[in-house]
Protein backbone atom coordinates (compact mmCIF):
# COMPACT_ATOMS: atom_id res chain seq x y z
CA UNK A 1 0.00 0.00 0.00
CA UNK A 2 0.70 3.24 -0.42
CA UNK A 3 3.25 5.00 2.21
CA UNK A 4 3.82 8.75 2.96
CA UNK A 5 6.71 9.87 5.52
CA UNK A 6 7.79 13.20 6.64
CA UNK A 7 10.49 13.76 9.31
CA UNK A 8 9.14 13.52 12.92
CA UNK A 9 11.28 15.12 14.60
CA UNK A 10 11.08 19.29 14.72
CA UNK A 11 12.99 21.14 12.00
CA UNK A 12 14.70 24.06 14.39
CA UNK A 13 16.55 26.41 12.15
CA UNK A 14 17.71 30.18 12.57
CA UNK A 15 15.59 33.65 11.52
CA UNK A 16 16.93 34.22 7.58
CA UNK A 17 18.04 30.58 6.87
CA UNK A 18 16.59 28.37 4.53
CA UNK A 19 14.27 25.64 5.87
CA UNK A 20 13.88 22.27 4.04
CA UNK A 21 11.45 19.93 4.67
CA UNK A 22 10.92 16.67 3.08
CA UNK A 23 8.07 14.15 1.67
CA UNK A 24 8.91 10.32 0.57
CA UNK A 25 6.72 7.85 -0.85
CA UNK A 26 6.59 4.93 -2.08
CA UNK A 27 4.85 2.00 -3.83
CA UNK A 28 2.99 4.88 -5.51
CA UNK A 29 3.30 7.12 -8.78
CA UNK A 30 0.89 10.05 -8.02
CA UNK A 31 0.00 12.62 -10.78
CA UNK A 32 0.46 15.75 -8.33
CA UNK A 33 1.64 16.48 -4.49
CA UNK A 34 0.14 19.05 -2.27
CA UNK A 35 1.69 21.02 0.55
CA UNK A 36 -0.09 22.37 3.59
CA UNK A 37 0.71 24.65 6.36
CA UNK A 38 -0.97 23.70 10.03
CA UNK A 39 -0.88 26.28 13.00
CA UNK A 40 -2.14 24.78 16.97
CA UNK A 41 -5.55 24.35 16.81
CA UNK A 42 -6.63 25.22 13.72
CA UNK A 43 -7.22 23.39 10.27
CA UNK A 44 -4.79 23.06 7.58
CA UNK A 45 -4.49 25.97 4.96
CA UNK A 46 -3.02 24.71 1.26
CA UNK A 47 -0.04 26.43 0.31
CA UNK A 48 0.97 24.66 -3.06
CA UNK A 49 0.46 21.99 -6.02
CA UNK A 50 3.02 20.44 -7.94
CA UNK A 51 2.49 18.21 -11.07
CA UNK A 52 3.97 14.89 -11.74
CA UNK A 53 5.25 16.82 -15.00
CA UNK A 54 6.70 19.89 -13.14
CA UNK A 55 9.78 19.75 -11.43
CA UNK A 56 9.86 22.98 -9.56
CA UNK A 57 7.54 25.30 -8.25
CA UNK A 58 7.76 28.70 -6.76
CA UNK A 59 5.34 31.08 -4.80
CA UNK A 60 7.37 34.51 -2.83
CA UNK A 61 9.48 32.75 -0.35
CA UNK A 62 8.17 29.10 -1.14
CA UNK A 63 9.99 26.16 -3.35
CA UNK A 64 8.50 22.99 -3.95
CA UNK A 65 10.23 20.42 -5.87
CA UNK A 66 9.21 16.85 -7.10
CA UNK A 67 11.74 14.32 -8.29
CA UNK A 68 9.21 11.07 -9.48
CA UNK A 69 12.25 9.18 -9.79
CA UNK A 70 13.34 9.33 -6.29
CA UNK A 71 9.94 9.14 -4.97
CA UNK A 72 10.34 12.53 -3.17
CA UNK A 73 9.32 16.24 -2.50
CA UNK A 74 11.76 18.68 -1.26
CA UNK A 75 9.84 22.16 0.62
CA UNK A 76 11.60 24.86 0.72
CA UNK A 77 11.30 28.76 2.57
CA UNK A 78 13.98 31.24 2.21
CA UNK A 79 14.43 33.89 4.08
CA UNK A 80 12.71 32.20 7.39
CA UNK A 81 10.82 34.17 9.63
CA UNK A 82 9.47 33.09 13.05
CA UNK A 83 5.62 33.48 11.54
CA UNK A 84 6.70 30.45 9.33
CA UNK A 85 7.05 27.87 12.49
CA UNK A 86 3.95 25.44 11.85
CA UNK A 87 3.54 22.38 11.48
CA UNK A 88 3.61 21.70 7.21
CA UNK A 89 1.95 18.47 5.61
CA UNK A 90 2.33 16.63 2.39
CA UNK A 91 -0.24 15.24 0.31
CA UNK A 92 -1.06 12.78 -2.29
CA UNK A 93 -4.31 11.31 -3.85
CA UNK A 94 -4.82 8.34 -3.43
CA UNK A 95 -3.86 5.53 -5.45
CA UNK A 96 -6.57 4.61 -8.06
CA UNK A 97 -7.46 8.25 -9.36
CA UNK A 98 -9.78 9.56 -6.68
CA UNK A 99 -9.84 12.63 -5.07
CA UNK A 100 -9.10 12.03 -1.77
CA UNK A 101 -5.83 13.06 -0.64
CA UNK A 102 -3.46 11.14 1.89
CA UNK A 103 -1.79 13.10 4.23
CA UNK A 104 1.68 12.91 5.48
CA UNK A 105 2.55 13.48 9.37
CA UNK A 106 3.53 16.54 8.73
CA UNK A 107 7.28 17.77 10.32
CA UNK A 108 7.17 20.44 12.63
CA UNK A 109 9.05 23.74 11.53
CA UNK A 110 10.58 26.17 14.76
CA UNK A 111 11.71 28.95 13.58
CA UNK A 112 14.45 30.21 15.76
CA UNK A 113 14.76 34.63 15.88
CA UNK B 1 -16.25 35.72 1.53
CA UNK B 2 -17.01 33.59 4.98
CA UNK B 3 -14.46 30.75 5.39
CA UNK B 4 -15.75 27.48 6.50
CA UNK B 5 -17.13 26.92 9.83
CA UNK B 6 -17.79 24.42 11.83
CA UNK B 7 -19.45 23.81 14.88
CA UNK B 8 -19.31 23.15 18.13
CA UNK B 9 -15.39 23.57 18.71
CA UNK B 10 -14.72 21.70 21.15
CA UNK B 11 -17.14 19.16 22.76
CA UNK B 12 -16.74 16.50 25.29
CA UNK B 13 -18.91 13.64 25.65
CA UNK B 14 -18.88 9.74 27.35
CA UNK B 15 -17.98 6.48 26.02
CA UNK B 16 -21.19 5.08 24.59
CA UNK B 17 -22.84 8.44 23.59
CA UNK B 18 -23.26 9.79 20.00
CA UNK B 19 -22.59 13.18 18.66
CA UNK B 20 -23.21 15.22 16.00
CA UNK B 21 -20.52 18.02 14.26
CA UNK B 22 -21.44 20.60 11.87
CA UNK B 23 -19.96 22.50 8.89
CA UNK B 24 -21.07 25.04 7.38
CA UNK B 25 -18.76 25.23 3.57
CA UNK B 26 -17.74 28.18 1.54
CA UNK B 27 -20.14 30.26 0.19
CA UNK B 28 -20.77 28.35 -3.73
CA UNK B 29 -18.82 24.98 -2.40
CA UNK B 30 -20.44 21.87 -2.97
CA UNK B 31 -17.83 19.46 -2.32
CA UNK B 32 -17.33 18.73 1.86
CA UNK B 33 -14.91 16.34 3.37
CA UNK B 34 -14.27 15.44 6.54
CA UNK B 35 -11.35 14.69 8.36
CA UNK B 36 -10.04 12.66 11.43
CA UNK B 37 -6.82 14.03 12.90
CA UNK B 38 -5.51 12.79 15.79
CA UNK B 39 -1.33 12.44 16.91
CA UNK B 40 -0.99 8.78 16.81
CA UNK B 41 -2.67 8.55 13.03
CA UNK B 42 -2.76 11.67 11.83
CA UNK B 43 -5.29 12.93 8.87
CA UNK B 44 -7.57 10.66 7.85
CA UNK B 45 -10.43 11.37 5.20
CA UNK B 46 -13.53 9.61 6.32
CA UNK B 47 -15.70 10.69 3.78
CA UNK B 48 -16.52 13.19 1.31
CA UNK B 49 -20.73 14.43 -0.21
CA UNK B 50 -21.00 16.35 -3.07
CA UNK B 51 -24.75 17.31 -4.50
CA UNK B 52 -26.66 16.05 -0.94
CA UNK B 53 -24.60 11.82 -1.91
CA UNK B 54 -22.00 10.55 -0.50
CA UNK B 55 -19.02 10.35 -3.05
CA UNK B 56 -16.14 8.71 -1.44
CA UNK B 57 -15.42 7.06 1.51
CA UNK B 58 -12.63 6.75 4.21
CA UNK B 59 -11.64 3.62 5.92
CA UNK B 60 -13.47 3.89 9.00
CA UNK B 61 -16.29 1.57 10.79
CA UNK B 62 -19.90 2.07 10.33
CA UNK B 63 -20.42 4.30 13.28
CA UNK B 64 -19.15 7.19 11.54
CA UNK B 65 -21.72 8.81 8.84
CA UNK B 66 -22.68 12.00 7.60
CA UNK B 67 -25.07 13.68 5.12
CA UNK B 68 -25.14 16.76 3.12
CA UNK B 69 -28.10 19.31 2.85
CA UNK B 70 -29.36 21.23 -0.58
CA UNK B 71 -27.50 23.95 1.23
CA UNK B 72 -24.09 21.99 0.81
CA UNK B 73 -24.35 21.96 4.56
CA UNK B 74 -22.83 18.66 6.07
CA UNK B 75 -23.49 16.92 9.09
CA UNK B 76 -21.13 14.08 10.40
CA UNK B 77 -22.45 11.68 13.03
CA UNK B 78 -20.35 9.30 15.38
CA UNK B 79 -22.82 6.97 17.27
CA UNK B 80 -21.65 4.87 20.30
CA UNK B 81 -18.16 6.64 21.10
CA UNK B 82 -15.38 5.16 22.11
CA UNK B 83 -11.94 6.57 23.89
CA UNK B 84 -10.00 6.18 20.80
CA UNK B 85 -12.72 8.25 19.02
CA UNK B 86 -11.17 11.43 20.52
CA UNK B 87 -9.45 13.71 18.06
CA UNK B 88 -9.45 16.98 15.97
CA UNK B 89 -12.43 16.76 13.55
CA UNK B 90 -12.19 19.34 10.38
CA UNK B 91 -14.01 19.70 7.59
CA UNK B 92 -12.97 21.18 4.38
CA UNK B 93 -14.90 21.98 0.69
CA UNK B 94 -14.20 22.62 -1.98
CA UNK B 95 -15.87 23.87 -5.36
CA UNK B 96 -16.72 20.85 -7.05
CA UNK B 97 -14.14 18.17 -5.38
CA UNK B 98 -11.97 17.80 -9.04
CA UNK B 99 -8.43 17.15 -7.90
CA UNK B 100 -5.67 19.51 -9.62
CA UNK B 101 -8.17 22.39 -9.95
CA UNK B 102 -9.78 22.91 -6.93
CA UNK B 103 -8.49 23.91 -3.85
CA UNK B 104 -9.28 22.64 -0.01
CA UNK B 105 -10.34 25.05 2.55
CA UNK B 106 -10.09 23.55 5.89
CA UNK B 107 -12.30 24.81 9.11
CA UNK B 108 -10.99 25.17 12.02
CA UNK B 109 -12.17 22.00 13.65
CA UNK B 110 -14.19 20.34 16.36
CA UNK B 111 -12.11 19.14 19.19
CA UNK B 112 -14.01 15.88 20.36
CA UNK B 113 -12.79 14.22 23.69
CA UNK B 114 -14.39 10.65 25.13
CA UNK B 115 -14.16 10.42 28.39
Known amino acids: SQKIEQNSEALNIQEGKTATLTCNYT??????LQWYRQDPGRGPVFLLL?????KEKRKERLKVTFDTTLKQSLFHITASQPADSATYLC????????????FGRGTSLIVHP | KAGVTQTPRYLIKTRGQQVTLSCSPI?????VSWYQQTPGQGLQFLFE???????NKGNFPGRFSGRQFSNSRSEMNVSTLELGDSALYLC??????????????FGPGTRLTVL
Open chain 1, 50 to 54: IRENE
Open chain 2, 49 to 55: YFSETQR
Open chain 1, 91 to 102: ALPSSGGSYIPT
Open chain 1, 27 to 32: NYSPAY
Open chain 2, 92 to 105: ASSLEGRYLTDTQY
Open chain 2, 27 to 31: SGHRS
